[in-house]
């Protein structure tokens, strides 16, 4: 019998694609069910484990927490999308390989599966390492020549097209919604929608132990019905930062008498715990806003949480309060993991993660899938934060959190680098955006290269500038007159000159709040940056996207005082 040890490493590819191919919120979270499954559920199964479930991530983490072993099959890693195993046996590994990726086929047809198998010579530190490279550098050879999910899916011979995403229908949904029961879908539509009603099952999970009494729909009708009804809705993705580097030398981190595949299990229990715990406290604030209403139903939709991954759904009016508030609930659920504290200090100069996110504000009916790549595109701007803040000796990152945000107004929309481009001043091109804008305390970056800049770019600027732009007097009205504000808006794309002189003529508003609003010796532009930067706009289009109160103490806020 062959002993032999070898990883296998699984995960799903074009998650994106696959979770926002339609706008049809029934199918994305039953994409994003099956997403999870893939990585979970189904690597079990195929592994020998059909007994453990998954629907209650926590007694699932304290499961896997634990090392589990049967059969020469050791699961290290089994997550939303992602796994990895130690398997005693080449053929054992291909068969568990074969087992997964064929039940993927028929249970998620359109979903793309795969995995790579290598050898494992020992449990030494060096040889893991070098194991977990080749299996990566395998999977991606071999991802590389798989088709692509849409070749499974021809139109030819004619076929009629799914009512939801345009490829070949293959039936009807009988559980649909009576004006939608004669509609044709095709079979990744029909397998979204039939497993939508199991990701309310496991998210309900997440606040089992809910003593604020809210909870998110409970059916995917019913959350079709109400998100239909927003006027704004808002894709807020996230992602950590320098988790790549850590990852990339796990074993440069590790202490005297770790073993790297049992360390690297415990970072990624805890990092799923500390996502999630992030996005639940994210979701207290949330209410606290008054997002929930009298129907005590957020609205809000996790489709990614896993890792250090988040992609949500909210309401848009709430959507930067809600981004602001899981950074800094990210920060501090990471410090308070044992292990990720210990690692972040060893690599990162200080015992907690960071992240940064990015927050696509469009109408309701913006097609998802541009929504999120809007979100992506933001969330690389708000990731220059690595640049900027690093650690004294200048090796590396310090964590710290940022975000950058843009509410789309236009149907129309390329990409974030054409919206840029235009929105520059006409005669001296200085910015009119001022993100990312960095969310980290500045208490906490005491000591850092970039405190300066972070000083410049932080988030509470922003928002005093908001809160002076909706405060209002005992009538009721605007304490700075929106007819002026717009006159200003207008000027700033003139110019500096222009707009300096525009805001010399309304000095009398100084006292009402509009002295609040000025960056530097009687400008909105801030000439530190080159070109120089107003955050005025920024302003001006988010006011209404921070909830019934804008300056609200931040969760950190709260804890420091």
Not at 22 to 44: C, F, Q, Y
Not at 209 to 221: E, G, L, R
Not at 279 to 301: K, T
Not at 419 to 430: C, E, G, M, P, S
Request: proline content about 4%.
């Amino acid at each position: 019998m062959d002993k032999s040890q070898h990883l296998l490493f699984i995960e799903t590819s074009g998650n994106q694609s696959y979770i926002y191919a339609t706008n049809k919120l029934r199918e994305n979270i039953g994409a994003s069910e099956l997403t999870h499954r893939a990585g979970t559920r189904w690597v079990l199964d195929a592994a020998g484990f059909k007994e453990v479930t998954t629907d209650d991530p926590q007694a699932y983490r304290q499961w896997l927490a634990r090392g589990p072993l049967r059969d020469g099959v050791e699961v290290v890693l089994a997550t939303s999308g992602k796994a990895l195993l130690v398997v005693a046996g080449r053929e054992r590994a291909r068969q568990i390989l074969a087992t997964l990726t064929k039940h993927a086929a028929k249970e998620a047809p359109g979903l793309s599966v795969g995995g790579a198998i290598v050898d494992l010579p020992s449990r030494q530190n060096a040889d893991v390492k070098s194991a977990i490279g080749a299996v990566h550098d395998r999977f991606n050879a071999n991802r590389d020549l798989m088709p692509a999910p849409a070749q499974r899916f021809t139109m030819l011979p004619f076929c009629q097209p799914c009512a939801t995403s345009g490829l070949p229908a293959s039936g009807l949904d009988k559980k649909a919604a009576k004006q939608e029961a004669s509609m044709p879908f095709a079979a990744p539509a029909l397998a979204k929608r039939k497993c939508a009603d199991d990701w309310f099952k496991r998210i309900r999970q997440m606040f089992r132990n809910n003593d604020a009494d809210f909870f998110i729909a409970t059916s995917a009708h019913q959350l079709e019905q109400e998100f239909d009804e927003l006027p704004w809705l808002a894709v807020v993705h996230s992602d950590g930062n320098g988790l790549g580097q850590i990852m990339m030398q796990f074993d440069r981190w590790l202490s005297d008498g770790d073993d790297y595949l049992a360390t690297l299990r415990a970072f990624s229990v805890e990092l799923d715990a500390a996502t999630e715990d992030a996005f639940y406290s994210a979701c207290q604030r949330l209410r606290s806003l008054g997002a929930a209403g009298e129907r005590r139903r957020l609205p809000v939709v996790p489709l990614l949480l896993g890792g250090d991954d988040l992609t949500v759904l909210v309401h848009g009016h709430y959507a930067l309060p809600f981004a602001r508030d899981f950074l800094e609930a990210f920060e501090a659920k990471c410090a308070e993991q044992p292990t990720i504290a210990r690692i972040a200090q060893q690599a990162l100069g200080a015992g907690r993660l960071s992240a940064g996110a990015g927050v696509a504000i469009v109408k309701t009916h913006f097609p998802f899938h541009s929504a999120y790549d809007l979100a992506e595109s933001l969330l690389r701007s708000a990731k220059i934060v690595k640049r900027k803040v690093r650690s004294a000796d200048g090796q590396h990152p310090h964590p710290c959190s940022a975000l950058d945000f843009h509410v789309l107004f236009d149907a129309a929309y390329s990409s974030l680098e054409t919206i840029r481009q235009k929105r520059r001043t006409a005669l001296d091109v200085r910015r009119l955006w001022g993100g990312p804008y960095v969310v980290t305390p500045l208490s906490r970056l005491t000591g850092t290269p970039g405190l300066d800049w972070a000083c410049q770019h932080h988030l509470e600027a922003l928002i005093k500038r908001v809160d002076a732009l909706n405060r209002r007097d005992t009538d009721d009205r605007p304490q700075l007159p929106r007819s002026q504000m717009h006159m200003l808006r207008e000027a700033l794309s003139q110019g500096k000159t222009f707009a300096d002189a525009r805001l010399g003529e309304l000095a009398r508003l100084n006292e009402q709040g509009l002295a609040d609003l000025i960056e530097q010796a009687g400008s909105l532009f801030d000439e530190t940056d080159d070109p120089g930067v107003t955050r005025f706009l920024d302003a001006l289009v988010s006011a209404e996207f921070w909830g019934n109160q804008a300056g609200t103490t931040s969760a950190t806020e709260e804890h420091e005082q």
